[in-house]
């Protein structure tokens, strides 16, 4: 049924699609249960098409070119490939590029099947992260293949691409003999590999860290393109994830704008002599993400390839993979599991030329100031009809996911038609290189009263026709973003996700990794997944009480949530003034719903509702500012539930990146009030069934941060006397470790340990040694600073973290002696002071 | 949201006078005309939640397949005609039952259509003839599995040809065939104990050229080598399973190009680890026979077995 639905979507928005008049969509549908996920296609020298699958397998199909698409036939020639994102033949034979081998594929006994895999090359390296995948295979005359490599990614919050094996991030050249010849990097997910009709190499590349849009990137021997995680290899030293590299970078000929393509695939050239269109040798593009093709606009300028990009055919699926074929039909093979899509999920779309040409752009030349457009037909329009915005707008290159695209002003512009050519002007000067630029026409009509079929069109311009050669790049390098360590300075992780040592109290509590609601039954359940999350709290079935092991006071609390279907819980600050979670309709805001304040009888609804699904990923931020309790224990100051904030933290996302800050707010300053307030009290979460939990976290309100000189110690003397550090009853410093470290920092006979060992059971920064055990890790991260704070009284000791009550014991009288010292476990252990 | 509400009823207008007139052939709504003109002033022409009327909180973008009651036809229904409170009115009395169904077709239609690959499609079966199978194996990403007629499978590291275990049962799972792929292959089945062998030296290159199925003969190629650019020593392995009443075998007769000592570490003389055999016979210079056995005991049937296995 779903299978019906998705052909009369084809179907229906063919015919609503003017694209569709003149280049028409057929689907080639796969044989019932089968998973026709296109990784490479060619011909056979018989005719016979041969494709290469995701699933490893290999198809022949029979009769693609026959008029009637449901002539087709499929027979399944090979599987056991691990994947086969690459296909080619060459002198009669079939090569699958897999995961981790190019392999020449033979059917021995000729009876269809393939019975003989032989490897040709294998040299490069696989560490086993989910995301290594190979794709190829354009073959060049000489008979070597290209191929290129993705990085492996670790960390799903960031994505900081890793180059985990050799050559990892790079295309490579693979030669008959099966020699494999890296040739350049600076790639992340480089889904396409073509060799065009003049023999140039080109890779697309999709969006991400370092990759601010997907780009185009004509290859050359020896270059560095984007992404720096290869530049690993050949040296084995691990680049910076967030500081750009020192090498010089080429540019993409092409950045297709994020409006047309998130996920390229690779690239075909129109070699049919016109049989496909009035677009014979262009270049185009397969868009996974949404289900279309574009085409490219090449042209040299100074001796290099740039150009622009314009939609060509939507509705085809999610294009993967295209090839023309001797008729002139371009084949666009479909995917889209786990890497998003539209349309059709697998299989093949055709798109043959109706002969009914529209009005379209066919070429777009860069000339001084301006662009030169040429078109299908003859201009029409009356001159005041016509009009166009030209916009310049460039692009971060930063190790953050994408970037949006920075738009300068408007261009003043001039359109001077002729025949069928239309002349773009804007001022002397005003056209810069090291620019995209946007040109949306308006009032184009052709012969016959044809409208312009696709307005807008984008040209990468790296180099001017005339002036001084430019240098600046279109993806500028920029102060990097703060670091992810840097972003977590000031927090107290209460859930480190390796224990439940940040609890006082969770009976009915188990961490999880990866919950999810499961099938039908409606409840949260543990699911396993490539890319989970690991260690979320998960409380299978209430009711529940989590209690913090760490007090808080005025804080920033924040946490991640996922309910089922119809789930409740609340959010006790102090365990007192309560937050509503609530699987709630889209648009409730009465008291009952989520993110609603609940404190005894009070209870304030929230003023728009932000939360997203139940069995999806929810966050909480909340501001709150404790009572303020004189020592009598009066109270001069109600608390007050500053701001709350549901779902602010999304996934990164460039249509987010630019948001209206009220947008995710749903209070701003309620006082609250309850019985038995308190300065700092745990925070509780009371679930009244299934819940799951993620990065719950305090932030004090109060800036503790320190200031001083930074002093690094490290070698082999492991005891270091601090006779400087100014101790009276408190002491104040920031500190720093790497992975492992394990040092203690003793305050007139009080330890207190600075820890990042991954050990179970051992006692984690904080902890006053023998005395008061933190068990979690309250530091998200390694080699972030931190704010310790040691209170030393005659009969007590206390230690507080960026803010937070961490431990507290009592303890013997001190000697009142000011000394502090500090012994690092092993030389491995580095600490930073300041 | 009285705007919202007002602007809706304005476009309903004509839907509800054309469902009043009367006595015209009764033709099946179109779903999507009706879309456009009820929903996507809020969902967008294109359903993506963009619609003109920029409502707040932003409607769902309905081509994310995610929706507040699940994405069946019923629960879309149950949203048409009750819609959710307070920015999507219920449209139970202003569409009749055919055009909210339409609707929900065309809705559905807008769907992203995933491949779902559960356990059962990508659990592979064994045939009549041996399988071979490359994916990642636990802590070995260029991994090889071999399936036998009869039920044994075989495991190899790619990198070096070491063998990691004979099952026998189910085949494989292919786990790489859900979401975005790569992750290990699950080796079904019921592992035999201590079954995997270092069969080359350390120090040894080991690279796979090919594998191959023969009838019921399965074939491994691989060259070795001991030094950088020495001539390979290329060796043949066959592999075959045999299920036999005094236990189940799996043979492997290796043929290399030239004599070779690498096999040193096997032990010449059966010997046993739980109920797992394993022995090693030099037919000549250039073949050894390595057959691993499961039975209770090593008695005169199995060593009889096994000879004629080994001189077959």
């Known amino acids: ?834 | 949201m009285l705007r919202h509400l007002t602007l809706l009823s304005v476009l309903l207008a004509p839907l509800a006078a054309q469902d009043a007139a009367p006595a015209k052939p009764k033709k099946k709504p179109d779903g999507r005309n009706l879309f456009l003109m009820v929903c996507a002033t809020c969902h967008g022409a294109e359903g993506k939640g963009d619609g003109p009327l920029k409502v707040v909180p932003r409607p769902r973008d309905l081509t994310s397949g995610k929706f507040s009651f699940g994405n069946t036809r019923k629960a879309i229904l149950h949203t048409v005609e009750n819609g959710i409170p307070p920015a999507m009115p219920p449209h139970k009395d202003l569409l009749n039952e055919a055009q909210r169904l339409a609707v929900v077709e065309y809705v559905m239609t807008l769907m992203p259509e995933q491949i779902e690959m559960d356990k059962k499609l990508s659990t592979l079966v064994v045939g009549e003839r041996p399988v071979f199978v490359r994916g990642a194996l636990d802590g070995h990403p260029r991994g090889l599995v071999l399936g036998l007629p009869g039920g044994l499978t075989l495991a190899w590291d790619c990198e070096n040809l070491r063998l990691l275990g004979i099952r026998e049962g189910a085949f494989v799972d292919r786990t790489d065939w859900r979401e975005r792929g790569g992750t290990p292959l699950e080796l079904l089945g019921t592992a035999w104990p201590a079954c995997g062998d270092v069969a080359f030296p350390a120090g040894a290159r080991v690279d796979l050229r090919a594998t191959e199925v023969e009838g019921q003969v399965a074939r491994l190629e691989y060259d070795v080598r001991f030094s950088e650019g020495a001539t390979p020593v290329r060796v043949v392995e066959t592999v075959r399973g045999v299920i036999a009443p005094e236990g189940k075998l799996v043979v492997r007769t290796l043929t290399t190009s030239a004599p070779l000592a690498l096999l040193a570490s096997e032990p010449k003389a059966p010997v046993a680890k739980g109920e797992v055999w394993r022995a090693s016979t030099k037919r000549d210079a250039t073949t050894w026979v390595l057959t691993t056995v499961l039975a209770p005991e090593w008695n005169t049937a199995v060593d009889a077995r096994v000879r004629a296995e080994v001189a077959r």
């Open chain 1, 1 to 834: 049924m779903k299978a019906l639905a998705a052909s009369l979507l084809v179907t229906t928005l063919a015919s609503q699609n003017p694209e569709a008049k003149a280049w028409k969509a057929e689907y080639l549908q796969p044989p019932p249960d089968t998973a026709i996920e296109v990784g490479g296609m060619a011909f056979l020298p018989d005719g016979t098409l041969a494709v290469s699958t995701r699933c490893g397998q290999v198809w022949f199909v029979d009769h693609v070119l026959d008029a009637d698409p449901k002539a087709v036939r499929w027979r399944l020639f090979a599987e056991g490939l691990d994947e086969g994102l690459g296909l080619a033949v060459k002198d009669g034979a079939l090569f699958v590029l897999q995961r981790g081998e190019l392999s020449r594929l033979v059917d021995k006994d000729g009876d269809g099947h393939c019975d003989r895999i032989e490897r040709v090359a294998a040299g490069w390296g696989l560490s086993g992260n989910y995301h290594e995948f190979a794709y190829g295979l354009p073959v060049d005359a000489a008979g070597n293949f290209y191929a290129t490599l993705n990085l492996g990614f670790l960390d799903k919050a960031w994505w900081h691409g890793k180059s985990l094996g050799r050559w990892r991030g790079w295309a490579l050249r693979i030669t008959p003999q099966g020699v494999v010849q890296p040739i350049a990097s600076g790639f992340r997910s480089p889904d396409g590999v073509a060799l065009s009709p003049h023999g140039d190499l080109f890779v697309t590349d999709n969006q991400g860290d370092w990759m601010p849009c997907c780009g185009v990137f004509h290859v050359r021997e020896g270059r560095f393109y984007s992404h720096p995680a290869g530049l690993r290899w050949p040296s084995d030293v691990d680049p910076s994830d967030t500081v750009p590299p020192k090498a010089d970078r080429t540019p993409p000929a092409v950045w297709i704008p994020y409006g047309l393509s998130r996920s390229t695939g690779n690239l075909a050239w129109d070699t049919s002599g016109g049989k496909f269109g009035p677009f014979a040798g262009d270049c185009f593009a397969a868009e996974l993400t949404n289900g279309l093709v574009v085409r490219l606009l090449l042209e040299k300028v100074r001796g290099e390839w740039q150009g622009a990009a314009l939609a060509f055919r939507h509705d085809v699926g999610s294009a993967h993979r295209l090839l023309f074929a001797p008729d002139g039909t371009l084949l666009i093979g479909l995917t889209n599991r786990g890497w998003g899509g539209a349309g059709k999920a697998h299989g093949i779309t055709r798109v043959r030329f109706t002969g009914d040409t529209p009005m379209e752009i066919t070429k777009c030349a860069l000339v001084a100031d301006g662009f030169d457009l040429t078109f299908t037909h003859k201009v029409t329009s009356e001159p005041a009809a016509l009009s166009a915005t030209l916009q310049l707008y460039d692009y971060a290159w930063w190790w953050k996911y994408g970037s949006p695209e920075f738009l300068r002003d408007p261009l003043p512009c001039t359109l001077t038609r002729n025949g069928n050519t239309l002349a773009v002007r804007v001022p002397k000067g005003r056209l810069e290189a090291g620019y995209c630029a946007r040109l949306v026409l308006s009032g184009v009509v052709g012969d016959g009263g044809r409208p312009l079929l696709h307005e807008q069109i984008d040209y990468t311009i790296h180099q001017l026709v005339d002036g001084p050669p430019a240098t600046k790049l279109v993806a500028r390098e920029v102060v990097p973003p703060k670091t992810r360590e840097q972003e977590a300075e000031g927090w107290v992780q209460v859930h480190d996700a390796a224990t439940l040592g940040g609890f006082a109290k969770h009976d009915g509590w188990k961490l999880a990794d990866s919950p999810g609601i499961g099938g039908d039954t409606g409840k949260l359940v543990p699911k396993a997944a490539r890319d989970a999350q690991p260690g979320a709290l998960l409380c299978e079935s209430g009711p529940a009480e989590l209690v913090t092991r760490f007090p808080h006071g005025d804080a920033h609390v924040r946490l991640e949530f996922m309910l089922p279907r119809g789930g409740k819980a609340q959010v006790l600050l102090q365990g007192r003034y309560g937050i509503v979670l609530a699987d709630t309709l889209l648009g409730s805001t009465d008291a009952e719903s989520c993110g609603a304040i609940v404190c005894g009888t009070q209870r304030v609804a929230p003023r728009q509702q932000t939360y997203e699904h139940a069995g999806e990923w929810n966050s909480l931020d909340v501001w709150f500012e404790a009572p303020n309790l004189l020592p009598d224990g009066t109270r001069n100051r109600k608390a007050r539930i500053a701001r709350v904030e549901i779902n602010h933290r999304v996934e990164i996302n460039q249509s987010k990146l630019v948001v209206d800050p009220d947008r995710w707010r749903i209070h701003e300053d309620v006082d609250v009030e309850a019985e038995d307030e308190r300065a700092e009290a745990p925070l509780v979460i009371r679930t009244e069934g299934p819940l799951a939990l993620r990065r719950l976290e305090f932030r004090a309100l109060k800036d503790t941060s320190t200031e001083r000189a930074v002093r690094t110690f490290t070698g082999p003397e492991l005891v270091h006397a601090l006779p400087d550090l100014p101790v009276d009853e408190t002491l104040r410093l920031a500190c720093r470790l790497g992975a492992g470290g394990d040092a203690v920092l003793t305050v007139d006979g009080v330890g207190v340990r600075l820890n990042r060992s991954r050990a179970a059971q051992k006692e984690k920064s904080g902890s006053l040694v023998g005395l008061a055990a933190v068990t979690s890790n309250l530091i998200p991260l390694d080699d972030t600073w931190f704010e310790l704070e040691v209170v030393r009284r005659s009969k007590l000791a206390q230690v507080r973290v960026n803010g937070i009550l961490v431990a507290q014991s009592a303890v013997p009288e001190g000697s009142g002696k000011s000394a502090v010292t500090l012994e690092r476990h092993d030389a491995a252990t580095v600490v930073e002071l300041r």
